[in-house]
């Protein structure tokens, strides 16, 4: 069974910097895609960015050119580098191990528990 686990949230001033980890465990870490998803309060789990198991990313409008995604194949890791936060990225993140195809991501039922970030103004 596949298990995620993200960390690395916290609390932080607009203009700082966060870096989410996402472990996985229970799969093969090098197939498939991951997708990081945040969810304010009182609003729908947005997708934020994906990665592809060949590495191509797809990053939301609200967050290109501030969030970078990358993967770590030896460490079963995904992660989550977001600079230049804003009170608007307040949030609990979630990594989601699913699939892409033909540029779309398809989730699976694997979620993380969530980190809660948090950013001041």
């Known amino acids: 069974q596949v298990q995620l686990v993200e960390s690395g949230g916290g609390l932080v001033q607009a203009g700082g910097s966060l870096t989410l980890s996402c472990a996985a465990s229970g799969t093969t870490f090098s197939i498939g895609a991951f997708g990081w998803y945040r969810q304010a309060p009182g609003k729908q789990r947005e997708l934020v960015v994906v990665?592809?198991?060949?590495?191509?990313?797809n990053y939301a409008d609200s967050v290109k050119g501030r969030f970078t995604i990358s993967r770590d194949n030896a460490k079963n890791t995904v992660y989550l580098q977001m600079n230049s936060l804003k009170p608007e990225d307040t949030a609990v993140y979630y990594c989601?191990?699913?699939?892409?195809?033909?540029?779309?991501?398809?989730?699976?039922?694997?979620w993380g528990q969530g980190t809660q970030v948090t950013v001041s103004s």
């Open positions: 990665i592809s198991d060949g590495g191509s990313t």
């Open positions: 989601n191990r699913g699939r892409t195809y033909s540029g779309t991501y398809y989730p699976s039922d694997y």
